[in-house]
């Protein structure tokens, strides 16, 4: 017998004024900033070397640049080719378990008149069949991990993989605001599924980013997401609890320092969120919980009757109608 | 017990020399050749409409021509924004269920310095999550069919669905032809899985194609299909006749019209196909079959660890290096 | 992890007393007799053929008749051999994806001494392993729709796929009505899932009807349905809301004139209901809500530990039971 | 990944051909001749019970009688009302997990002019939603036995389950032998599934049978089965070889005294088979090796687009026409 | 579309009170009186003999009683080689299908200083592909029953299955304080599962036990769990009921007797309990409501992130400890 | 449509032959006495700590000891109480994905008289719901790998992870053969699946190997496992192969340094083995193809009827039996 409620999570008027309580540590302001600090000691030098298949229409290089503990971070940065002065740049975070693609997937941007940075999610892109990676994440950790990347390091916030993820994500913020090409007072984070958790992470720990644009995202509100949804990627930490039994308390001491709720509760830059209201893989509660703390300017597209997929080409055209307002305006 | 076998179908040495008997309908040439004159009966008169999402990089128009019975189509017609004189073209026809989604999702054509033309499949895109339609197929027909759109009319060449589908898609090259952008010389077709197929059908009922690109087809060598693959959509039929009983004959004496093994035969384009030996939709014998039986100058990519997904974007680069050099030398 | 309630829905004693708003367009009368006279005006034109295997226990004919907009719609008239008088009537209208099958599938209401008058659903049948189908409902329409009949012509209430099945269900009784062997004031609609919405329609159209045995009924209570369960074939619409995002204001205002509670509203034949309390397909609520706004004598059986099965055989008997009560008192 | 390939077994031209070796023990003629006669030191006792509800169409009574060890099984004994002289008698066994039903799952055999006598496997229809059961098994066995019939007493003859099962399908048909109202001199056997593996038996252990219709029969051709197929019910079997390691021969020892292969080769009535060339249940090469070991006069009808549920309703009618035939000429 | 929200049942605060009315037949103590009375007018006449295998650190027996109806139950005895005087006895039930399994399944005991008396399930251990087993139940009953041991007899509490189960159970221990190494007054009963409702059962049946481990128990609040688990075991019940449909109140009738409920009711032996909250096999509203009505001193171990699983091997190290500190104080 | 054969692989009598030719690299001896020679520059440094329970039967020592790259490797070190002299010592290596788990599930040896050196595989363990894991692994690598283990590192011999995995498992039986209760001419390595492929490994890695048990080994003759089975943990690198295109040639080039195969053709120990005739996951052909090219003596338990499971308990008992004859005779 199989019964499916398509709507598990929340009606929707709930949902509009679901605000819990945050579980921040006392020192999470500490510890982004010790890392951030300590990452930016490792010199970005980006390289950027022209693709190996000329596309008339647009300018691709591949990119490398150095992110947490000096690793380096492999990218795409795509300009809509003879572009003249600086443009606004789209930083792009990956969903789960993808890489960077190929350039040939990130031509919207260009096409719209902006430029790209493609970034991507170090150990992520080996068995993606659409977004094949290329960045490693040279570390291991000081126990073993369930399958995925979500419970690496988990034990310790200096140790979990989010940290140097995270991090990556706002260094490639600096090396983009370097690029001759790019207007850095006008740099907008975006993703999806774990792209979003991503972009709002970075637009928590930066006060210059110019927009935020967040779809469905991940790693926000851990435990309410481990207890309602048996989907992964989440349910990887709850394979982690159920062997690793009596870690919880220290788990979830961990993810506080990496919880989008956090992050949400910093931003400040306008945001653009959607939401899907049948999604069991990021469940619409977790996404308004972080929403509802946003700090900035906020507007939410809500999906009502989509899955994980959200709003797909459709919130692609809201974001691109967004920045043009926001970038006219 | 679950066993499944990737490697399912026959091994690639085998594949290689694979050129099964074709059932051709001693009628084959007529019908289609009757079948096209009377769709062209139906002037085209294609309407160019302006997209209302501007994108500076490209020029956007809903594009929208009479095909079968002078049914109206829709589709994309995009090229790279200030293109000078007339260009190639790429005719773009879509996989099973899908409809042409958003401008954004083409955009590798132009980028590439080619036109592109997409052309919907009628009646297919309506719950597609990532690729929405907007052509109906206005014709019921004279007896039910299973859910689906591979046994609408599936008693009768004359009434079949892809009748239709195959003569909107000679028609869209008829259309495309016309256009003051497009150099009618260099018309491309290309295709995944359905349109693979459909790229297929078209360049072996003309011979005036300049380039074939044809990724793991659908439609192509029916019985051994149905018989090894227990996937949709080629199971679409098997529970047609698996309901209906006692109608095989007539099914596939239908099907031996649209069977992709006989357009091949006739196509005489430089084709570059791709197959996954993995591929348990479109099994990968069957592409073998058409690939060996196709008449013009022709290269096929293994890719021996893939399923439907076949080389993805892997395979978008080899197509665009492909036609680089083909419009070169 | 894979965690199923049986009793998803709400318990017994809510279910008794849950008699939701319904959601009735203002022209929903209106909306309806026009529907009715505009078929009306198409003669029924019903011919009777002997059925080509003699059973010497019961007459059966196949019976063809002209539905909406003058289709011609199939069905079984079977009498016991050699009925003297006119006899009751009962119309057994068919599951979703199933035809009228065989003769010998419908031998219960002649072994019980009345008539029987199958009737098909237009477009359906065709992959049905137990009830092969033969009326092709030779309609597109405006748009492109999901795999299923759910959202055939779904944006419009003139196009609306079942406004031609119900359609047709009323005009298999004025056909019923007519013939020699039929006492026109004991005709009774039946039928389960798909069946029963099309009788529960039925008998909210006419006020000529003797009785309603309405099983499990489909098509009932759209909204509830849509959100609480995740199976077929109420899936097709979400699955259409969820690729053509934005469309489902016009969607339910469209059903709005499909929705079983309005049919039951207006419903004052005595009936006979069934309900299961672990229907995954056609959740008890949603049949609770039609029963308890139906307007007439009424009774419902309550399954508790079936799902969409219902009560089968048992239900069956007791049908035989009440109608035999119901047709001596 | 999932491939599953629909024609899995043999192709139909070595279908016909295969007749493999039987595995027949030295006193299979003695084991069952010593069977039978021990069971019928039990007097049969038939008791017809006046079913409750009244159908005037037909007459039904419960039968209960008793087979092996004496045990009382129970059937439906249904005839058209007022059946002048003896009538040919369908002797129908049931499927799988499946019991008696109601009478009104059986009006056909009446309708078409026959006393029909259903007979209950004993133990079985306890959780069957369409046919429920009411005849149990009143023996435990010898050692434990997988959840299921297949394996209780398996490893020893005289304890299996279906030497009960098998005998009680004989002494039902010398019952209705002795019923008024039947001709002693036609009498059919009949079944699908393990119905048809029951009636194939009964046919091999009696000389008397006027035909046998047997429809995609279970219990036959063992070894290969259990090979070839992972589906339930000859799964049973693997997970209790799976389970209580060792014990191999002994079970196949045991089954060979009740494998069809061995009552097919005794099989001298005229014999209508049907088989169903994707059935991964009772697959292809079981059924044919039976009936190419067939001794009687026999036909075959082939499906071959269709998986267990074989004909259907197709073969019903075939089987009506077919005694109307035989019981004419 | 699949939605499973791991914490399906009652939030933690809530299970720590949870405790429902209980449904005790008026005659529960007179039912089971006498038929522990009755059982025990059938000697048990033990017989042990020498395992074949030899472990030089153990004394391994195999054992055989006399149980419910003079039935014989096999199990293992075994003992630290050497021992010297009587020694604590813990009795070990069986999880739901599987057997006694081999001596070396049992060393935890032993290695811990105690004799472990393994008392197998009847009829159960068939296919168990891990533990299998040897002991059958001889008795059939008076109606068919759903695969598996649930439904055997269910109709009758005389006839019921774990009638005989729980009869066995507590005639081990009297076995058991027989046994010369054996120190009658610290006997202890374990199991996990349905080995725990045996042990439950046990503890709740005889006043002399020293303490019970009781893990994640099944066969306690049917209702309940009938109702919001829709995995087996507990829906072979739910399969009961839905195909013999009507027999739902003289189900529950019989389960009274046997509802772990009424027997914690009963227990005063100080019990560890273990329960996991994801737990869909035996929800842990169903385990909390057993553990608040047991009359004993009592501790649980809750495992939050475990499904039926439980604690494993952590709960086991959780056991010695208990039991240590226990019959050392 | 599900058709699943149980014996999908060869069939037994070709199995006994099947002795497929090996791809060894050229410096495959030098790779490994490099890697061994290298990894013997750390000192083992073994640390054994006392277990804090207690168990009067046993002395368990929890043992940490340096293994690949120094890097530190956990174990258990388990004897019976108050051994005398040195014993034979059972290395014995985990099956995939799970760690040492508890001392009390390695007690078979302890009281067959043996001493047991558990060793954990570096990085698993973690989402073990019956073995919890202790040892990171703590390497990344130079590019991303697939979820799971199976191609961490895999475009390079040097950098994959079985390289440490095999080496940590040659460095343990250094250690046990120092510990002064070890009899170092006496260890046997064993292990199933994962632990089988180590145990081959080891076994063809050192020519001091007293006996090899292997069971149904895993990481052998990967190119056919590839090829013919669907499952994990094989088909991790399919997902890598099918993601990254275009890497199979490397990835071959290192598999070649660890497959199976070339271990066993240098097994000279006598060896157990045993392998499942249904196995999907290791299948059987993979199994007899380094069996058959096993160099020493050798035996093999054929288990016709099972998946990867194998003999279980069954074997547990054979290969008492086997070292009891070889250490005795």
């Given at each position: 017998m199989t019964t499916d409620m398509p709507l598990f999570d929340l009606p929707l008027d709930e949902l509009r004024v679901y605000r819990p309580e945050r579980d921040e540590p006392a020192d999470f302001t500490g510890f982004w900033t010790r890392t951030l600090s300590e990452a930016r000691e490792f010199p970005a030098e980006p390289v950027y070397t022209p693709y190996d298949l000329t596309l008339p229409g647009v300018e691709v290089s591949g990119v490398r640049f150095s992110g947490w503990g000096g690793d380096r971070i492999n990218g795409w940065f795509i300009v809509p080719r003879g572009a003249g002065g600086p443009l606004p740049c789209?930083?792009?975070?990956?969903?789960?378990?993808?890489?960077?693609?190929?350039?040939?997937?990130?031509?919207?941007?260009?096409?719209?008149?902006?430029?790209?940075f493609v970034v991507e999610t170090r150990g992520q892109g080996a068995a993606s069949i659409g977004s094949p990676g290329s960045t490693p994440d040279p570390h291991g950790g000081s126990g073993p991990h369930a399958p995925g990347m979500m419970t690496r390091g988990i034990l310790d916030p200096e140790e979990y993989y989010y940290r140097r993820v995270f991090t990556d994500a706002v260094r490639a913020v600096d090396v983009a605001a370097e690029h001759p090409?790019?207007?850095?007072?006008?740099?907008?984070?975006?993703?999806?599924?774990?792209?979003?958790?991503?972009?709002?992470?970075?637009?928590g720990l930066r006060t210059d980013i110019a927009a935020a644009l967040i779809d469905v995202p991940f790693l926000t509100h851990f435990r309410r997401a481990l207890e309602i949804t048996g989907r992964d990627p989440y349910q990887e930490v709850v394979r982690y609890l159920a062997g690793l039994r009596g870690n919880a308390e220290r788990v979830f001491r961990t993810l506080a320092y990496f919880d989008g709720l956090n992050f949400a509760a910093r931003g400040t830059a306008p945001a653009l969120y959607s939401v899907a209201l049948m999604d069991d893989v990021c469940p619409p509660s977790t996404v308004f919980a972080a929403y509802n703390h946003w700090q900035g300017p906020k507007e939410i597209t809500v999906y009502p009757w989509n899955q994980h997929e959200g709003g797909g080409g459709f919130q692609r055209e809201e974001q691109v109608r967004h920045l043009a307002k926001l970038f006219t305006a």
């Open positions: 789209v930083m792009h975070y990956i969903g789960y378990s993808g890489g960077r693609g190929f350039p040939h997937d990130h031509l919207l941007w260009p096409a719209a008149g902006y430029a790209v090409l790019v207007d850095a007072g006008r740099i907008v984070v975006s993703g999806g599924s774990q792209g979003g958790g991503i972009a709002q992470a970075v637009a």
